[in-house]
């Protein structure tokens, strides 16, 4: 087994536990959990590159991007 891939153990606090318990579906390991709430919450360096897009890029009016649109 690679070494990524490999089980370990985390240890939580059983309201944590109790609150991951109820996204669990037949099927589905802890693991999967967290990963699928870890997948819909940015990171901090997807939100910097975001920040840095809203303030370093041009501005583009929605009246141009209608008329640049090709149909």
């Known amino acids: 087994m690679a070494a990524d891939t490999a089980p370990t153990t985390i240890t939580v ?19 999967d959990v967290i990963l699928e709430l870890i997948e819909e919450y940015p990171t901090e360096e997807f939100l910097q590159e975001m920040d840095r897009r809203y303030r370093q890029e041009p501005r583009v009016s929605l009246s141009e991007l209608r008329t640049r649109r090709a149909y």
């Not at 991951?20 to 802890?30: M, N, S």
């Open 13 to 31: 606090p059983v309201f944590v536990r109790r609150a991951l318990a109820k996204y669990k579906t037949p099927g589905k390991t802890y693991g």
